[in-house]
């Protein structure tokens, strides 16, 4: 598996010869150059998850690319996105992909929650060697090799986080979404998760564009 990081929640995974674009939002950088992609999922309809200015961008140099979201995500577009839902499986050549969760995380009683599908690649056997929970702590029935971890959210408390680390208890954690703090406090979050992770994870953060192998 080969993971590279465009900035907050987006990131490019190449896992059993397939390339999979997560949530190319607003806070993200450079991914409307990528091509070659043989998917684009969005977890959700918030603007940091899909830019809707640039991503007719990232389709159009993605032709042949599937577009898979939650299902709201979905009905609201007009590019054919394919609504993928919790308990779902689709293959894309000899990768799996299942379908988690179903909702965003709670931000305020006020606010509707929407939509918010958990993408979890792999095979078969193995149905979750990599999870993008996009904006939501479901934990995965299975397990996981590498969890795409949201470390700073709007909707979450750092206690929330290093719970939901040690729930899901992957072999590698991997931060996503700290695109809505400065850099210089992402170590405040990343600290806390480094030390405590359970025993056994890695946290692992990745170079912006820098591509990992896991």
């Known amino acids: 598996m080969r993971i590279a990081h465009f ?76 609504p993928v839902s919790a308990g779902q499986v689709l293959d894309i050549g000899d990768l799996q992909i299942t379908g988690g969760g179903g909702r965003h995380a709670v931000i305020h009683p006020e606010i509707p929650v929407i939509d918010n599908t958990v993408f979890q690649l792999g095979t078969e056997a193995d149905p979750a060697q990599l999870v993008h929970p996009g904006d939501s702590l479901w934990v995965p029935p299975v397990p996981v090799g590498v969890l795409a971890i949201p470390a700073v959210a709007p909707w979450m408390r750092i206690s929330e986080a ?27 979050y990343f600290g806390r998760l480094t030390e405590m992770a359970p025993a056994g994870t890695e946290f692992r953060v990745l170079d912006p564009e820098d591509q990992g192998q896991f």
């Open 7 to 82: 900035g907050h929640s987006c990131i490019l995974v190449e896992l059993h010869g397939v390339k999979v674009l997560f949530d190319p939002g607003t806070f993200a950088h450079g991914f409307e150059g990528i091509t070659g992609l043989d998917a684009i999922a969005v977890t959700h309809q918030h603007p940091d998850h899909i830019d809707p200015n640039r991503i007719g961008d990232l389709i159009e140099n993605n032709p042949t690319a599937r577009l898979l979201s939650d299902p709201q995500t979905a009905q609201q577009r007009s590019e054919g996105w394919e």
């Open 162 to 188: 290093v719970d939901y680390l040690r729930a899901v208890n992957p072999r590698t954690a991997v931060p996503i979404h700290h695109g809505i703090i400065a850099p210089s406090a992402h170590g405040i």
